[in-house]
């Protein structure tokens, strides 16, 4: 059995599925090219049928990212993936995204539970097995790399599992995923369930791959999968931050750390380049608006961070007292390297190159005067200065409504006031003057009766992105669309309701506070304008 485990990252498509989490085109090619640098084998880059952007984005990074130029920088192409139901419709989009990708993958699923079965899809055994394999071997005949998935693997009888896993490899399959869809296994009946199946299943060979899917449900999601590495599994499908539907998914970076880590007990190797598992993280937080929690294995702000007595002095004699892997493992620079205002092009080009960014000339234009503009305020820019700047300028949805000014008066001694100016999505500059409770309120106040958009702020977050009373402030909010209206359609609905993040950086907390308000509204307006042009068409 090899002792290679591939590294399946599904945080484009499971991971987007999060409340909020929704990503552009521009944010989801970006985190794949990231991605693919990152090391990752597969990259299941979305689910084509869903949408037709959905689809369009999955075709634009197969044909980009599973294309890359000849004699670019990149240790391997990544297999790009496309999910689809395990219907004829669905397979036949999952194709048409991801066929001009040198390496394409067409993964497909069907639920085994007897809930699901019996609840969901209102079909008998015998049809499930024989839907399986008729559709596996349809994706087969479109392309050599199929997936296929039971669905809620983790609460279906074995012994059928079994029967549905061989008819799968009989049509064609390459790599058998099994989904702990609800997170409720506990690791010793994961890993039973795989070695079962490894041992049981009719056609299993060398040729295929077992792959685990796990979600986070009751907290086990890592030690599940684990688990079933441990069993004999060579796939782990995981997501950035372990962000997913619900509690999450696996999160890729404790998973390869773990196997990095205690390489020991496990005798694993995966092809991530772990240096880059910190940069990729804060810039999954960004796309999404979804903060990475403080105490979070790894990528946590407090993952390297020694408080206690005790364990500061034990730190000071020896670091492998308090910390089982280096900061410098995942990314994490001690050493804050910086820029200054004297700082030119070619210096912000190379650092940003280093960084995994690299610019256009127009593109490097644009970087320069923000980044001017920064450290005319704040004398130095640092690796993360420079990282919220760049998501700040290039990672934003199309410009429906932009700042054109803000400014704010508060305090104790009168009535928190701003007055705002947008330019709207016709050029005209609109300006309004709210009062607030505060001026991050009176502000958005002012925005909300410029774009009349209904809405309900669900969250707001606002936090330093280096230390010192000049540091750039990073905001991220989500918001939730009100549709106003008694009557409407099921689709139009369904995108009011929808959860929308977004994100602002600048030395001024306000600024950066309106600038993420309007990314977020951006991303509810232009959503439903795309409802609305499908209905009329």
Do not use: C
């Given at each position: 059995m090899s002792n290679y485990v591939k590294i399946f990252d599904t945080t484009l498509r499971d991971g987007e599925q999060s409340p909020g989490a929704s990503m552009t085109s521009t944010e989801k090619l970006e985190l794949a090219r990231n991605l693919a640098r990152l090391g990752v084998d597969i990259i299941e880059a979305g689910f084509p049928a869903a949408s037709p952007d959905d689809l369009e984005a999955v075709r634009l990074i197969a044909n980009e990212v599973g294309n890359p130029p000849s004699g670019e920088e990149q240790t391997q192409v990544p297999v790009i993936c496309g999910l689809a139901r395990a219907t004829r419709g669905d397979i036949d989009k999952a194709w048409e995204a991801v066929k001009g990708a040198q390496k394409p993958r067409i993964h497909t699923f069907l639920a085994t539970s007897e809930i699901h079965m019996k609840q969901k899809l209102r079909m008998d055994r015998e049809q499930v097995v024989e839907q399986a394999a008729e559709m596996v071997a349809y994706a087969r005949s479109l392309c050599d790399n199929v997936e296929f998935s039971p669905e809620d693997a983790g609460r279906s009888d074995p012994n059928f599992l079994y029967i549905v896993l061989g008819e799968a490899i009989k049509a064609g399959a390459t790599t058998l995923n099994i989904p702990d869809t609800v997170g409720y296994t506990m690791p010793e009946e994961f890993g039973a369930l795989i070695a079962g199946i490894i041992a049981n299943t009719s056609g299993m060979s060398d040729e295929i791959t077992i792959s685990v899917h796990t979600h986070d449900d009751l907290g086990l999601a890592t030690a599940n999968a684990l688990a079933g590495i441990h069993a004999g599994a060579r796939q782990a499908e995981v997501t950035i931050n372990g962000i997913g539907e619900r509690a999450g998914n696996t999160s890729l970076e404790e998973v390869v750390m773990a196997l990095k880590t205690r390489f020991p007990v496990y005798a694993l190797?995966?092809?991530?380049?772990?240096?880059?598992?910190?940069?990729?993280?804060?810039?999954v937080s960004k796309f999404t608006?979804?903060?990475?929690?403080?105490?979070?294995?790894?990528?946590?702000?407090?993952?390297?961070t020694h408080e206690a007595g005790i364990h500061q002095d034990g730190m000071l004699k020896s670091n492998q007292t308090y910390e089982i892997m280096r900061p410098e493992d995942v990314g994490v620079n001690q050493t804050q390297l910086v820029l200054g205002k004297h700082s030119g092009r070619h210096a912000l080009r190379v650092r940003l190159a280093e960084m995994g960014h690299v610019l256009d000339e127009v593109e490097l234009d644009q970087a320069f005067t923000r980044f001017k503009e920064l450290t005319d305020r704040?004398?130095?820019?640092?690796?993360?200065?420079?990282?919220?700047?760049?998501?700040?300028?290039?990672y934003q949805p199309l410009s429906v409504y932009t700042l054109d000014g803000l400014q704010v008066t508060c305090g104790t001694m009168g009535m928190p006031t701003a007055t705002?100016?947008?330019?709207?999505?016709?050029?005209?500059?609109?300006?309004?003057?709210?009062?607030?409770?505060?001026?991050?309120?009176?502000?958005?106040?002012?925005?909300?009766?410029?774009?009349?958009?209904?809405?309900t702020l669900i969250e707001f977050n606002i936090h330093a992105i280096t230390e010192g009373i000049d540091a750039l402030g990073e905001v991220?909010?989500?918001i939730q669309g009100n549709n106003g209206h008694q009557s409407m359609d099921a689709q139009k609905e369904l995108s009011y309701s929808r959860i929308y993040s977004g994100h602002g950086a600048d030395t001024d907390i306000i600024v950066a506070?309106?600038?993420?308000?309007?990314?977020?509204?951006?991303?509810?307006?232009?959503?439903?304008t795309e409802m609305e042009t499908v209905r009329s068409v």
């Open positions: 190797e995966t092809g991530i380049d772990t240096t880059q598992i910190s940069r990729l993280s804060k810039l608006g979804i903060p990475v929690q403080p105490n979070k294995a790894i990528v946590g702000a407090n993952a390297f704040k004398k130095v820019a640092t690796y993360a200065d420079l990282e919220a700047l760049i998501a700040d300028e290039f705002v100016r947008l330019k709207g999505p016709d050029g005209e500059v609109h300006t309004q003057a709210s009062i607030g409770t505060g001026p991050v309120d009176a502000t958005y106040k002012a925005i909300n009766t410029i774009v009349n958009k209904g809405n991220t909010v989500r506070s309106a600038k993420a308000y309007i990314n977020a509204l951006n991303k509810l307006f232009i959503l439903q």
